[in-house]
């Protein structure tokens, strides 16, 4: 498990420019691209610019960025 604060951001965009992934980066400069694969990851997707505080599992790095399974969140 691991616990972050920081603001939602979109890292990656379709061709018309709509946000497609979006990534926790944290105060001391770190992202977490996070798992939309779950409610959770699903509900912080639409919460772009959003000051908030994750715990959550671990993953692989996907395009230099640790993949984070949101477990639980709370706007900060």
């Known amino acids: 498990m691991i616990s972050a604060t920081g603001i939602i951001i979109p890292v990656a965009w379709d061709e018309n420019g709509n946000p497609q992934a979006f990534a926790i980066s944290t105060y001391d400069e770190i992202e977490y691209l996070i798992d939309g694969r779950n409610e ?37």
């Open 40 to 76: 959770a990851g699903q509900e912080l997707m639409r919460m772009d610019q959003q000051k908030i505080h994750i715990n959550g599992r671990l993953g692989p790095t996907v395009n230099s960025r640790r993949l984070i399974t949101v477990i639980r969140y709370e706007r900060d």
